[in-house]
């Protein structure tokens, strides 16, 4: 049975909040460091509490760590080394083989992300802009009185007009697929992935293997805690549209086209597997419906989904391609930053995208292989080709869109985005927050 | 006419190690060849279970023919198990079109399908844990793989998946044919 009681609420919940704020701190010791984490472990979202009260509560922080800073809180060299090597690296460092190269390097990062000194986030919602001022202006206090805590930076996430459904900066419709995990009274939605097994999510449980993976020590650390990945992702709006308009004439057309990227229609996310021709807002909106689909028996060729769109390759719904899909799923959280762009508007340059964290229980089985192979390796399905939205596009891979009689290549894809920072974080449970505070 | 990469045969020689080799998730990635990807494992079979290695061909032989694409995303070309010295050791050999590094976690997981694993549990040093510690297993594979040190291609980086289409399409062209007399 999943501690509810222990286990933060930030992968088991998704608050009804609008605004977001990401802080990235650092300690100028261990005492000041232990002692921010004891003042802010008892504000932390704690999953069961989360789950009873969302309707009524104002605000949810959640609060994870690097490698760099468990360190410096002085978790202790046997203990460290206890923990998997791509957290101990850190994202920055495995960037080449995730991918991440070329204009997507760390050099490139923003918000000091790849700052040694970068020491945890403290992830803020909050329901309105007024409670959101409040929690900061508590916490600047408490910094100001408690000298030795550091914010490094900080990152606005907001919601996009129109705010009657979630969407990114080039307009698609998200939070559609998500795990659903075992215990939770939860029934996946016809044709989703049956429910993971908490340890796939959260240390200290079985996993898919049914057998339960060794523990980072000590146990009190590890117990309940989970890893995040973090990537912050620019998205070139004006690009994008650009490369709409020059390769589709009229708005069906490019409404065609993005939908022939992602694998769902922009609008409603409605599945081009179930509907490849025409959008189906209906469909789109009916959780009974919107992933009831495969693509091994009703779309084997890609006719209908193209096999190197984004939806189909971060879950690639056929055995043939992987037998073990059920162990490489994520808990995807995050938003949008920046200003909207409206629609007919010219590029104004301004830096708008998403960042979000992955969450898991093994970083590299999940999260690095997601990006590293099914995003960015050309040999994916020997497509020769990336990923349209995340891959680095370099202008030398194409897109290619199964079609009758002949398949429609768009030659030298442009990127449109762009890798702007990234790190790994451990979020560990409540137990283990108030162990790091009271370390010696 | 055009030539294409495939037609003319080719050899590469491979260095024992080499700095450039690109990381894996789990360490350097052993470069493709005009044989394409591979590895060649080589390790002692544990004392008196020469027989029970022996008769796993069977068995894997078997369960394969339960479920033929059981070992599909792994897109191999070939498996090669060998007993020598007497049946003391044994090599297993692959030619894979992805590298192992990347699809690491799905070979633990279909090894474990398939039966193979209890091939592996008969051989001197293998990790008792390693449906849960991939680490552990890498750690195993990483040890006992011996490196080519010359691969040839008589058809130099063609895929499984190609010679397949380039089959089946020249079927479908007989097929034609045939719907035209
Ligand atoms: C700017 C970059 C990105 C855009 C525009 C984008 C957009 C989308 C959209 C619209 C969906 C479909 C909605 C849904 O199924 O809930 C989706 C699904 C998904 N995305 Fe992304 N995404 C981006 C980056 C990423 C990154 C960095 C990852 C991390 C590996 C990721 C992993 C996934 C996964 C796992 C799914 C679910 C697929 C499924 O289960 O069918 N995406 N994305």
């Given at each position: 049975m999943l501690e509810l009681d222990d286990i933060q609420h930030y992968l088991l919940c998704r608050p009804r909040a609008i605004i977001a704020q990401y802080f990235f701190m650092s300690f100028d010791s261990a005492d000041s460091g232990r002692k921010w984490v004891g003042a802010l472990a008892d504000k932390v979202g704690v999953a069961k509490s989360v789950l009873e009260a969302a309707e009524t509560?104002?605000?949810?922080?959640?609060?994870?760590?690097?490698?760099?800073?468990?360190?410096?809180?002085?978790?202790?060299?046997?203990?460290?080394?206890?923990?998997?090597?791509?957290?101990?690296?850190?994202?920055?460092?495995?960037?080449?083989?995730?991918?991440?190269?070329?204009?997507?390097?760390?050099?490139?990062?923003?918000?000091?992300?790849?700052?040694?000194?970068?020491?945890?986030?403290?992830?803020?919602?909050?329901?309105?802009?007024?409670?959101?001022?409040?929690?900061?202006?508590?916490?600047?206090?408490?910094?100001?009185?408690?000298?030795?805590?550091?914010?490094?930076?900080?990152?606005?996430?907001?919601?996009?007009?129109?705010?009657?459904?979630?969407?990114?900066?080039?307009?698609?419709?998200?939070?559609?697929?998500?795990?659903?995990?075992e215990g939770m009274g939860i029934t996946p939605s016809p044709g989703s992935m049956p429910p993971s097994k908490a340890g796939e999510f959260f240390l200290g449980y079985n996993d898919e293997t049914g057998t339960m993976p060794a523990l980072p020590q000590p146990v009190e650390l590890?117990?309940?805690?989970?890893?995040?990945?973090?990537?912050?992702?620019?998205?070139?709006?004006?690009?994008?549209?650009?490369?709409?308009?020059?390769?589709?004439?009229?708005?069906?057309?490019?409404?065609?086209?993005?939908?022939?990227?992602?694998g769902r229609w922009r609008k409603s996310g409605a599945p081009l597997v179930l509907c490849p021709e025409k959008d189906d807002h209906e469909l789109g909106w009916d959780e009974k419906r919107n992933n009831n689909f495969d693509f091994a028996n009703m779309d084997p060729k890609g006719?209908?989904?193209?096999?190197?769109?984004?939806?189909?390759?971060?879950?690639?719904?056929?055995?043939?391609?992987?037998?073990?899909?059920?162990?490489?799923?994520?808990?995807?959280?995050?938003?949008?930053?920046?200003?909207?762009?409206?629609?007919?508007?010219?590029?104004?340059?301004?830096?708008?995208?998403?960042?979000?964290?992955?969450?898991?229980?093994?970083?590299?089985?999940?999260?690095?292989?997601?990006?590293?192979?099914?995003?960015?390796?050309?040999?994916?399905?020997?497509?020769?080709?990336?990923?349209?939205?995340?891959?680095?596009?370099?202008?030398?891979?194409?897109m290619t869109i199964p079609k009758r009689p002949l398949k429609k290549t768009i030659k030298g894809l442009p990127a449109f985005t762009s890798v702007k920072g990234g790190a790994y974080f451990f979020l560990p449970g409540i137990k283990a927050l108030h162990y790091l505070a009271s370390l010696k | 006419m055009k030539t294409h990469e495939w037609e003319t045969p080719k050899a590469v020689a491979i260095p024992k190690e080499n700095k450039e080799w690109e990381m894996g998730r789990y360490g350097p990635i052993w470069p493709k060849t005009p044989a394409c990807y591979g590895f060649t494992i080589i390790a002692d079979v544990k004392p008196g279970r020469e027989a029970i290695v022996r008769q796993y061909g069977t068995t894997i032989a078997e369960a394969l023919k339960g479920s033929p694409d059981l070992l599909a995303p792994l897109k191999l070309h070939y498996l090669r198990w060998v007993l020598f010295d007497n049946d003391t050791k044994f090599m297993y050999q692959g030619i894979f079109d992805t590298d192992f590094d990347k699809y690491t976690e799905d070979a633990v997981a279909l090894f474990t399908l398939s039966g193979v694993n209890t091939v592996f549990e008969n051989l001197v040093g293998f990790p008792e844990d390693w449906k849960t510690n991939t680490p552990a297993f890498i750690k195993f594979v990483r040890e006992h793989q011996c490196n080519s040190f010359l691969e040839y291609g008589e058809y130099p980086y063609v895929s499984a998946d190609e010679i397949k289409k380039a089959l089946r399409l020249k079927a479908a062209f007989s097929e034609m044919l045939d719907q035209m007399q």
């Open positions: 509560d104002l605000r949810w922080i959640t609060l994870a760590f690097t490698y760099n800073g468990l360190k410096k809180l002085g978790v202790d060299e046997a203990s460290l080394e206890s923990f998997p090597d791509a957290y101990k690296q850190g994202m920055a460092a495995r960037a080449r083989m995730l991918g991440f190269t070329d204009y997507n390097h760390p050099d490139n990062w923003e918000d000091k992300i790849t700052d040694p000194n970068l020491h945890a986030t403290v992830i803020l919602f909050a329901r309105t802009q007024e409670e959101k001022q409040r929690c900061i202006d508590l916490h600047d206090q408490w910094l100001k009185e408690n000298p030795g805590v550091n914010t490094l930076s900080t990152l606005v996430l907001e919601a996009l007009p129109p705010y009657d459904y979630v969407h990114e900066h080039f307009g698609y419709r998200d939070r559609i697929t998500t795990p659903v995990i590890s117990k309940n805690g989970s890893f995040l990945a973090y990537v912050k992702m620019k998205e070139h709006v004006g690009a994008f549209r650009d490369f709409l308009k020059a390769n589709a004439a009229t708005e069906d057309e490019q409404e065609f086209l993005a939908a022939k990227l992602m006719y209908a989904c193209p096999v190197g769109s984004h939806i189909r390759r971060m879950n690639v719904r056929d055995n043939k391609v992987s037998q073990i899909m059920n162990r490489r799923l994520i808990i995807r959280r995050g938003g949008t930053y920046g200003p909207h762009l409206p629609e007919g508007a010219p590029e104004d340059g301004a830096n708008r995208g998403i960042a979000v964290f992955a969450g898991c229980a093994d970083i590299s089985r999940q999260f690095e292989f997601l990006v590293s192979v099914w995003a960015n390796d050309p040999e994916f399905a020997e497509l020769g080709e990336r990923d349209p939205f995340i891959g680095t596009q370099d202008g030398t891979f194409n | -």
